[in-house]
């Protein structure tokens, strides 16, 4: 099935990501239209575009943990883009960093990224809908640890968590403006920080062999597949959701 995306201006968040690459690709594949953002000079993401294929792709820079740059880069965004109806905070990302011997600055430093990150983000992006009367939909990226906890990551499953939540807090307020919030939830991707982890950490890499129901790890490919769902219109009544694509890994198990 081809889904034609070609009504849709898309505002997305770390979309210079390993991830980011299957998702940018898909989407423009779709026909619509993505404005990338991500942390990294403008001459770095021209090259990283290109390779991609995406040589035109529209990007501006924007450090998601800082709430004034955010305004800025999504005030820019809107301006030039005022079609923009469907808004990715996709940026996030972890290491193993277990609570005893994570200092409080780098704690905060995971949780900022995580999830206050994306308050500022949707903010922004919200305010902007309610003053053009835009009937948007607001997608987040969150990890299957916001419902299974996992030793080593405490301030990542915390953070993810807490945005799950919000995400659903924020479907119920802005439900009566027709503007939907839903979640994207990944398991093991081997793709970005999780395969670094699996790559570095012969326990994590065990453990994820193991707890698979269906016995392999994320594709990139399959988290793509999830974002052209929800920026469809097959989604359209999805609101306040989290899609769980993780191979079953979230599953509940005993033993």
């Not at 960093?97 to 900022?112: G, K, L, S």
Request: with cysteine; charged share 20%; proline share 5%.
């Amino acid at each position: 099935m081809h889904l034609d995306l070609s009504d849709k201006t898309i505002l997305i968040t770390g979309g210079l990501g390993p991830i980011s690459e299957f998702i940018v690709k898909a989407l423009d594949a779709a026909g619509a239209t993505v404005v990338v953002t991500d942390r990294e000079p403008d001459a770095v993401a021209r090259k990283t575009l290109e390779a991609w294929g995406l040589p035109s792709t529209p990007y501006l820079q924007m450090d998601v943990t800082d709430h004034v740059e955010v305004s800025r880069a999504v005030d820019s965004a809107f301006v030039q883009y005022p079609g923009i109806n469907i808004a990715l905070g996709h940026a996030g990302g972890t290491g193993v960093f277990p609570f005893e011997t994570c200092d409080q600055e780098n704690f905060d430093r995971i949780v900022a990224f995580n999830f206050l990150a994306q308050t500022y983000f949707a903010r922004s992006v919200l305010s902007h809908w309610r003053t053009s009367g835009c009937v948007g939909h607001l997608i987040f990226t969150s990890s299957y640890v916001a419902q299974i906890p996992m030793e080593g990551i405490s301030a990542y499953v915390a953070s993810k968590a807490a945005l799950e939540m919000f995400a659903k807090n924020l479907a119920l307020e802005y439900a009566k403006y027709q503007i939907r919030v839903n979640c994207v939830s990944p398991g093991n991707v081997a793709a970005g920080s999780s395969k670094l982890v699996y790559d570095n950490n012969p326990e994590y890499r065990a453990w994820v062999d193991r707890v698979s129901p269906l016995g392999k790890r994320n594709s990139p490919g399959a988290i793509a597949n999830a974002f052209l769902y929800l920026c469809s219109s097959l989604a359209e009544e999805v609101d306040g959701f989290t899609l769980r694509v993780d191979a079953g890994v979230g599953l509940p198990k005993l033993g």
